[in-house]
């Protein structure tokens, strides 16, 4: 389906979400509502936080907001799909409150620390992505609350400065050192294009792909780790540490995607197994995605497949952010024709896989993986295939 297509299945889904907002914040003038997407990755696993190149696709599947405001100075925050209702005065600093709603709260006050208190909003959140699936779920709540609040409040900020809104929220209010690379994904997609992002010095490229050529596919795994963001955020110590090694090797490092192979080798009986390990996923993986873009660029999908199932081996065996789920929606994707490559996506711990195959080899995948789950797991993963998608948007109903 293409993504003109795509857009009255998205206003109908958006129609529904503004009468749950009237079913539960009561009638009044209509809502306004908001989409931002996920985003698949599909080179550059952990690199961003490392200041390596990404490539991420934004995908149709995302955050829906409906938004009202309100006479008074308070935010009401409430979810479809999330459990608790959550309402502050805009004129206080919030606290965190260790649910969902830390996401949009976070922006809400990152925007108005930078533009002073602003008028109270009533806002319903819900979607169709899988939450804490490594499809980039917060960053897709965070952008889309900065991109609302931005026009419902007239800031007329510019889109960099709503993901840096976004990505603040995250770090400081929720609390999870991510990289750039999730709400620049959303923030700049562009349909029918892979984002290049350069996250040393946050520059970009949109990239091409031809969806004749290149079917992206999710499966998840369906497991969901509270420990995965504890988990995340000693992956980001740890290279640090190593970071802070090797950099007294390669003094013009300034982080450790640049630090190079040769220095990791001669070092190595100096570091802990533990370290050496990490730094070999991400000086393995910078050169890796440097290779799957030129593979991209000369139209060789077998090659850019080849590189994704050993990055999934690398995320597996030296950074240790898969699972035998994972494991096994690879592997079993893998032995069909036509998918090119497969690999974890997002964080790991869990989540889901991305799939990147030809248009003809859809037939019979989703059968093929789910059969082959099941009987080690003993249930049905889903399987589902994404179109690419543009940034985040006000929806006209
Ligand atoms: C999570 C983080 C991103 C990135 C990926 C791994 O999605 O939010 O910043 O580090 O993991 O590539």
């Given at each position: 389906?293409?993504l ?16 749950d907002?009237?079913e539960?914040f009561g009638p ?5 509502v908001?989409?931002?997407p ?7 696993a952990?690199?961003d936080?490392?200041?390596g190149?990404?490539l991420?696709?934004?995908?149709d599947?995302g955050t829906?907001v ?6 008074d ?7 479809t ?13 919030p606290?965190?409150?260790?649910t969902?709603?830390?996401y ?22 819900g ?8 499809l980039?779920?917060?960053?897709s ?7 609302a ?6 800031l007329?900020r510019?889109t ?11 770090r ?5 050192q ?7 994904a959303i ?7 892979l984002?290049w992002?350069?996250?040393?010095d ?9 969806p004749?050529?290149?079917c992206i596919?999710v499966?998840?795994s369906?497991v969901?780790r ?7 955020n000693a ?5 640090a ?18 630090v ?10 100096q ?14 993986e ?9 593979a ?10 080849r590189?994704m ?19 096994c ?5 893998l032995?069909r ?9 997002g964080?790991?711990?869990?989540g ?11 037939a019979g ?7 082959r789950f099941?009987q080690?797991f003993?249930?049905r ?17």
């Amino acid at each position: 389906m293409s993504l003109a297509a795509e857009q009255p299945v998205l206003r109908e889904l958006l129609r529904a979400h503004a009468a749950d907002f009237a079913e539960r914040f009561g009638p009044g003038p209509r809502p306004r509502v908001f989409f931002a997407p996920g985003r698949v990755n599909l080179a550059g696993a952990h690199l961003d936080y490392n200041g390596g190149p990404v490539l991420p696709m934004a995908i149709d599947r995302g955050t829906f907001v409906a938004l009202r405001p309100r006479a008074d100075r308070r935010l009401t925050l409430a979810s479809t799909v999330e459990s608790g209702d959550c309402e502050v005065d805009l004129r206080r600093s919030p606290s965190r409150t260790g649910t969902w709603a830390d996401y949009p709260l976070g922006v809400a006050a990152e925007l108005v620390r930078a533009s002073g208190p602003q008028c109270g909003a009533d806002l319903l959140y819900g979607g169709n992505l899988p939450i804490g699936g490594g499809l980039s779920s917060s960053a897709s709540i965070c952008v889309a609350t900065a991109f609302a609040l931005d026009r419902v409040w007239e800031l007329g900020r510019e889109t960099l400065d709503l993901v840096h809104a976004a990505l603040r929220a995250e770090r400081e209010f929720v609390g999870v050192q991510c990289g750039i690379m999730d709400p620049y994904a959303i923030g700049f997609a562009r349909p029918g294009h892979l984002l290049w992002l350069d996250c040393k010095d946050a520059s970009y490229a949109h990239l091409p792909v031809d969806p004749a050529a290149l079917c992206i596919g999710v499966a998840d795994s369906g497991v969901r780790r509270d420990l995965a963001r504890g988990d995340f955020n000693a992956r980001v110590e740890q290279c640090a540490a190593v970071f802070a090694r090797l950099k007294s090797l390669a003094p013009q490092a300034q982080c450790l995607r640049d630090v190079p192979a040769a220095v990791l080798n001669d070092a190595r009986a100096q570091l802990d197994a533990l370290h050496a390990r990490r730094a070999r996923h991400v000086l393995s993986e910078v050169e890796r995605t440097f290779a799957m873009r030129a593979a991209l660029e000369a139209g060789d999908l077998a090659e850019f497949g080849r590189l994704m199932a050993q990055t999934h081996a690398s995320l597996r065996d030296d950074y240790e952010v898969s699972t035998p789920e994972l494991d096994c929606l690879v592997e079993s994707a893998l032995e069909r024709p036509g998918v090119y490559g497969a690999r974890l996506t997002g964080a790991g711990f869990g989540g889901c896989c991305v799939l990147v195959l030809a248009p003809g080899a859809r037939a019979g995948l989703a059968e093929h993986v789910q059969a082959r789950f099941e009987q080690r797991f003993g249930r049905r993963p889903r399987v589902d295939f994404f179109q690419g998608d543009r940034g985040p948007r006000e929806i006209e109903l």
